[in-house]
């Protein structure tokens, strides 16, 4: 292919994933200020000035509009394990260095449209269902990553659910009031113990 070509495909690509994040993000304000069941998809379509047709091509289902967000993480784990030596030690270093940065991911975060978003997640049940689609995926691309098989399907499991129940827990606390500085030391105590944990049940990754 020529650069003329390539370069093409690339501006192609960027104006897609920009169509991507724009209609997404009007998606969620409106969720926000109305409930996710009080806006229709032809709303959001108006809002977008877009048709339904196009909208729908973008996102097959209204959920797809939320969900979006996750996509960017999906392989995520599986990213940081590739040509590691020992995947858990990695895993951990990632997870504690997000909770030292406040990443979303890690729940340890206290800005109000992180906290909003979440809330809109875990309070929508057709939301929290679709977020299981997304860990089973990312379950699937670690396993590949750490060799695929059924051991691997196993430890994956594991891995993935020890990262989401720590930031489950961690966005709870700040939810409830808590701040960032009262919670990130028991945080960074309880990811410790989780990977430590992982690290003597699945000693061949540690």
Same mark, same amino acid.
């Given at each position: 292919? $020529? +650069? *003329?070509?390539?370069?093409?495909?690339?501006?192609?690509?960027?104006?897609?994933?920009?169509?991507?994040?724009? &209609? $997404? #993000? /009007?998606?969620?304000?409106?969720?926000?200020?109305?409930?996710?069941?009080? &806006? $229709? @998809?032809?709303? /959001?379509?108006?809002?977008?000035? /877009?048709?339904?047709?196009?909208?729908?091509?973008?996102?097959?289902?209204? +959920?797809?509009?939320?969900?979006?967000?996750?996509? #960017?993480? +999906?392989?995520?784990?599986?990213?940081?394990?590739?040509?590691?030596?020992?995947?858990?030690?990695?895993?951990?270093?990632?997870?504690? #260095?997000?909770?030292?940065?406040?990443? %979303? @991911?890690?729940?340890?975060?206290?800005?109000?449209?992180?906290?909003?978003?979440?809330?809109?997640?875990?309070? *929508?049940?057709?939301?929290?269902?679709?977020?299981?689609?997304?860990?089973?995926?990312? +379950?699937?691309?670690?396993?590949?990553?750490?060799?695929?098989?059924?051991?691997?399907?196993?430890?994956?499991?594991?891995?993935?659910?020890?990262?989401?129940?720590?930031?489950?827990?961690?966005?709870?606390? /700040?939810?409830?009031?808590?701040?960032?500085?009262?919670?990130?030391?028991?945080?960074?105590?309880?990811?410790?113990?989780?990977?430590?944990?992982?690290?003597?049940?699945? %000693?061949?990754?540690?």
């Amino acid at each position: 292919m $020529s +650069e *003329t070509g390539t370069g093409a495909v690339g501006l192609r690509e960027r104006k897609r994933q920009r169509m991507y994040g724009n &209609v $997404s #993000d /009007i998606a969620i304000r409106l969720f926000l200020e109305k409930g996710f069941d009080a &806006v $229709s @998809v032809a709303e /959001i379509a108006a809002a977008a000035e /877009i048709s339904k047709p196009t909208l729908f091509r973008y996102f097959p289902t209204k +959920e797809d509009l939320v969900l979006h967000r996750f996509a #960017d993480h +999906e392989g995520e784990a599986a990213r940081v394990v590739a040509g590691q030596e020992r995947p858990l030690l990695a895993l951990r270093r990632h997870f504690l #260095d997000g909770l030292e940065r406040c990443d %979303p @991911v890690t729940g340890l975060s206290e800005e109000p449209a992180v906290l909003a978003f979440t809330s809109l997640v875990y309070g *929508t049940p057709s939301l929290a269902a679709g977020l299981y689609g997304y860990l089973e995926r990312s +379950e699937t691309a670690l396993a590949e990553a750490l060799g695929g098989g059924l051991e691997a399907r196993l430890a994956a499991g594991q891995i993935i659910a020890v990262q989401r129940i720590l930031a489950l827990d961690n966005w709870r606390r /700040i939810a409830d009031g808590e701040r960032v500085a009262q919670v990130r030391a028991e945080a960074v105590a309880a990811a410790e113990r989780a990977f430590g944990q992982l690290a003597a049940g699945l %000693p061949h990754l540690a």
